[in-house]
């Protein structure tokens, strides 16, 4: 949905006018978001130094970001929504716009300009997929494995995971269809351009979970990107699924026996919405946070601790090197050409549209 120029107005008025007196702002701010590496990211980069300058705010952290949608609704339609800012996928703020449970932005009234005046719209291009979305990252889903578990030849297709003769052990996998599904597709001889629609029909859907279905006794799933890292270091599994950043904590900075697979790996977005109907002080305390985390300096920060794509064209020249580490993290990056030989796009749309009902078959088919 695109905001009529009327709309618009009424938005930015209602989300910006409670931001001109700070005496008007909430002194405590209930942020959601995934927990592990990336919220350490999140933490270090901007809610910190917001702190830093408002010392008397108190941030709440809420860990429930892959629940985000079914919370959002259920406190909703109680009529009590204690959350401030949101950290979802795209397809995620897509959903919760189109249901009304996001405020709708004008993106150049509330969020900064780029340093040399580009409106925040323009920065970020396409990557405001929605009216109530505000891009911080780029990230992919991948696969770590341990290097001592795979013999004398690792994997390098995606399709490997399918591969128990060759790669015996344990894999984990998200516990969710998103991913999955494309990827059960891929290895069954579907082209990458097909994959949707081939998904869109219920033969599609029983193909794909009938390939799952050859490795599901081998599968330990997964709700917290966090997990995947703690399990391959552990040696439960021999491969696994997680977010790009989470296998950098795990290789670079824990020093486990890890290596990453990108083929394809399964680019997304992440970012921030705002619940609507948020009380006028807890809204001007978000707004105003908001504009200093997703500014350009303070999403190149970010990249300083966690090896995820800023949303901003201008912050990505700022990208440098690790906070700790000192190493160089373009080349950890997902977009990197080394690592983006062979991806998958994340069709947010789709997923917007079809996520329910593939949810409900997806579980379903786990319970069998």
């Known amino acids: 949905m695109k905001l009529t120029k009327m709309t618009a107005l009424a938005a930015t008025t209602a989300l910006c ?63 009590n929504v204690t959350w401030d800012l949101v950290d979802v996928v795209a397809s995620d703020a897509m959903r919760m ?20 005046g580009t409106p925040a719209s323009e920065d970020f291009g396409d990557l405001i ?31 490997d995971i399918f591969d128990t003769a060759k790669y015996p052990g344990k894999r984990s996998l998200q516990k969710r269809p998103i991913d999955n599904v494309e990827w059960a597709l891929y290895c069954d001889g579907v082209a990458k ?17 009938a390939k799952l279905d050859s490795i599901k006794d081998q599968v330990v799933w997964w709700t917290a990107g966090a997990e995947t890292p703690q399990l391959l270091a552990d040696g439960e599994v021999v491969m696994g699924s997680t977010f790009n950043g989470r296998l950098f904590s795990a290789i670079a900075e824990q020093n ?3 290596d990453m697979l990108w083929d394809m790996q399964s680019f997304d977005l992440d970012g921030w919405i705002v619940p609507a109907a948020l009380p006028e002080d807890r809204k001007a305390r978000v707004m105003d946070f908001l504009k200093f985390a ?75």
């Open 256 to 258: 486990q026996p890890i």
């Open 129 to 159: 997929v929605s009216d109530c979305f505000v891009p911080q990252i780029v990230y992919s889903t991948t696969f770590g494995y341990r290097m001592d578990k795979v013999g004398d030849t690792p994997p390098s297709s995606i399709c």
């Open 97 to 116: 716009c189109d249901e009304g449970l996001a405020a709708e932005l004008d993106h150049d009234a509330v969020l900064a300009a780029a340093p040399d």
């Open 294 to 368: 997703t500014d350009t300096q303070r999403l190149a920060d970010q990249a300083a601790f966690i090896s995820y794509g800023p949303a901003r064209a201008s912050s990505a020249p700022l990208v440098g090197k690790h906070a700790i580490l000192g190493i160089n993290m373009a080349p950890h990056m997902p977009t990197d050409p080394a690592n983006a030989g062979n991806v998958h796009v994340y069709d947010y749309e789709w997923w917007a549209d079809n996520r329910d009902d593939l949810d409900a078959k997806f579980q379903a088919w786990l319970a069998k």
């Open 193 to 209: 351009e097909d994959i949707y629609d081939v998904l869109g029909t219920d033969e599609g859907v029983t193909r794909a979970l």
């Open 17 to 79: 006018a409670p931001m001109a007196m700070a005496a008007d702002m909430a002194n405590e701010m209930t942020i959601v978001s995934w927990g592990g590496a990336y919220q350490e990211s999140q933490l270090k980069a901007y809610v910190e130094p917001y702190q830093e300058m408002h010392p008397d705010l108190k941030v709440i952290w809420d860990e429930s970001s892959a629940e985000a949608t079914a919370k959002m609704r259920a406190m909703t339609e109680a009529g």
